[in-house]
């Protein structure tokens, strides 16, 4: 027996693994912060043998790595600890042959990258068969989104889980809180002074959060018709951006600390009366457009979209945190696809000055903005009004920016390597805990219903290559404001 740990991936001929699980595993090896020895056993139905496998994962290093193998010795080397088991999640008697290979591994991580209708047949069969008790090392499992498709399947899903893990052996991921301008966003809020005087109601007018990509469903699209942009970016992403800008400051940064102050932002959330969903929410749906020059299909036209689906590919909230520092402040949030740019930023919008002693409409002076840009061109930027050269007394907003890039050179990590690294030594600080899975589902659902009860009244109502439906900019200009020209 070793210390070794091993990772257990089922749904191995994945997406996911391909894409994101073993890319940053190599890249974690590479970069020598893969704890070793270690073992990847890869679990998915097809037939075929390690040695396959082996080579399949090559060609993914070689398209979506970050880091490129220096030689064959060193990825022959990683991958010799690579193996593929041929095997069906939904059989239990897939189990015990697991159990078989992992004897004399005492430390196990199981990850659910298989659609998420077996989730809970993968619990419980690792139930059923003992896997889910180690004896003598850790014994973990990481649960991929979505994570339920409302409150009750998340309830249910927690209650199954609950019945064979420990809540310190599940890790719920949410790969925008590995993401390195994601974490800095708690760093720049309590390990700077100049800031938290400023971050309550009293000087923040308001908040935008923008998760915008360009791109369209892809070949997602059965997924995507089940999900929308409610349930694909608002429950998850974007619930813990808001949380990250809202949250009080924690105790110490540990898991617990930190997940509690997020459960008290979503305990504070006010809730949407049914009744009023339209004041507090604006969906879409592409058509056909242009994105960077290129003519794209709509939505409805999409491989494995419905041809009259109502399925929401935007979605734009407004919420408000009941609590002393944020009463009255909203929280405006926007995501969709096939948007005019991939871009994803939060902009902590001051209120104007009380007084302009300038001669000019105050009306005319823009309020200053603290912009954390989460991706691409990660940085942060505050506006502030300047003096433009020459005799006349004349302002303009001007700048001050800072990019990761310019200062720290290089690519930074992929979310998908610190949050496994995290999860192979045990810290939970940037994984979903499930009481917070829960509110956020709960946060939703009376928009969830309503959406899901009423036809949109008129789909598509946003060109590809836009920034969404004319509704949502009129939703922010009854409020007397306007989303932000990115
Ligand atoms: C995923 C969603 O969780 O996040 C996708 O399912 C979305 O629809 C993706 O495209 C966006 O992630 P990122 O890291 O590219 O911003």
């Not at 991929?144 to 998340?154: I, Q």
């Not at 966003?185 to 007018?205: M, Q, S, Y």
């Not at 989460?374 to 505050?382: K, R």
Request: hydrophobic share 40%; charged share 25%.
């Amino acid at each position: 027996m070793d210390d070794r740990f091993t990772l257990v991936i089922f749904g191995a001929t994945g997406d996911l693994t391909k894409r994101k699980l073993l890319p940053a595993l190599w890249s974690l090896y590479q970069g020598r912060t893969l704890p070793e020895p270690f073992s990847i056993l890869a679990v998915a139905r097809g037939e075929m043998t390690s040695e396959t496998f082996r080579g399949r994962m090559r060609e993914a290093v070689a398209a979506f790595a970050r880091i490129q193998p220096p030689s064959e010795a060193v990825w022959e080397r990683f991958a010799s600890c690579l193996s593929y088991c041929a095997g069906d999640p939904k059989d239990p008697a897939l189990y015990p042959r697991l159990g078989k290979a992992l004897e004399g591994h005492p430390n196990r991580l199981f990850y659910c990258a298989t659609p998420p209708s077996l989730y809970a047949t993968i619990v419980t069969n690792l139930g059923g068969s003992g896997l889910a008790r180690g004896r003598d090392g850790f014994t973990r499992i990481i649960i991929e989104k979505p994570f339920g498709r409302d409150l009750e399947s998340a309830q249910e899903l927690n209650g199954l889980i609950a019945g064979v893990f420990r809540e310190r052996q599940v890790y719920r991921i949410d790969h925008y809180l590995g993401k390195e301008t994601v974490q800095n966003i708690l760093v720049l809020r309590f390990a700077n002074g100049i800031f938290e005087p400023l971050w309550n109601r009293e000087h923040v007018d308001h908040v935008q959060i923008t998760v915008g990509e360009s791109i369209g469903v892809e070949s997602r699209g059965p997924y995507y018709e089940e999900a929308g942009a409610l349930r694909d970016m608002v429950q998850n992403h974007m619930l813990q951006l808001l949380c990250l800008i809202a949250m009080e400051p924690p105790v110490t940064f540990d898991a617990d600390p930190v997940r509690d102050e997020k459960n008290k932002v979503m305990r504070a959330l006010k809730p949407i009366e049914p009744d009023a969903v339209d004041d507090s929410a604006v969906r879409g749906q592409y058509g056909p457009g242009y994105v960077g020059g290129q003519r794209v299909a709509g939505y409805r036209d999409e491989p494995g979209v419905r041809p009259d689906s109502t399925t929401e590919t935007y979605a734009a909230l407004k919420l408000f945190v009941q609590n002393w520092r944020w009463a009255g402040v909203p929280f405006y949030l926007r995501t969709g696809k096939r948007l005019a740019k991939r871009v994803s930023e939060i902009a902590i919008q001051f209120k104007r000055t009380p007084h302009l002693i300038f001669r000019r409409d105050a009306e005319g002076v823009d309020p200053n903005v603290l912009v954390l840009r989460i991706q691409p061109d990660e940085g942060m930027s505050l506006t502030v009004e300047a003096k433009t050269p020459g005799p006349d007394l004349r302002l303009r907003p001007v700048t001050m920016d800072f990019r990761y890039g310019a200062v720290f050179g290089g690519e930074p990590p992929e979310a998908y390597e610190r949050l496994l690294l995290d999860a192979i030594n045990g810290d939970p600080t940037l994984y979903a805990r499930g009481d917070w899975v829960e509110h956020a589902w709960a946060a939703l659902e009376p928009v969830l219903r309503r959406w899901g009860s009423d036809p949109p009244p008129k789909f598509p109502n946003y060109e590809a290559g836009s920034w969404g439906p004319p509704e949502a900019d009129a939703f922010l200009e009854r409020d007397g404001r306007k989303w932000r020209r990115l």
